[in-house]
């Protein structure tokens, strides 16, 4: 099992920037990848960012060049640096571990507002 915990989430205005982390533990060896996802209210789970186990990384058209996904020393902790945000960036921001099965993390809030 893998037990993911998403932190950084928050309030801020548009124009502004967000760090968001995804500590994985349990059994962290067999992840092959860690992603980033979002759900707005009333809209799917969207697909943001992922970084494999080489660090290769791939982004959705909707944030490249805005967002970067990237790994701590740790390998364990997955980052996602958001900058220029927009009030459609307003979601509740997910992670995900790819390994024998698919482990979700519990969301953190972002909203983005003046």
């Known amino acids: 099992q893998v037990q993911l915990v998403e932190s950084g989430g928050g309030w801020v205005q548009p124009g502004g920037s967000l760090r968001l982390s995804c500590a994985a533990s349990g059994t962290v060896s067999g992840i092959r990848n860690m992603a980033w996802y979002r759900q707005a209210p009333g809209k799917q789970r969207e697909f943001l960012a992922v970084?494999?186990?080489?660090?290769?990384?791939d982004y959705a058209d909707s944030v490249k060049g805005r967002f970067t996904i990237s790994r701590g020393n740790a390998k364990n902790t997955v980052y996602l640096q958001m900058n220029s945000l927009k009030p459609e960036d307003t979601a509740v921001y997910y992670c995900?571990?790819?390994?024998?099965?698919?482990?979700w993390g519990q969301g953190t809030q972002v909203t983005v507002s003046s």
């Open positions: 970084i494999t186990s080489s660090d290769d990384t």
């Open positions: 995900k571990a790819r390994s024998f099965a698919e482990f």
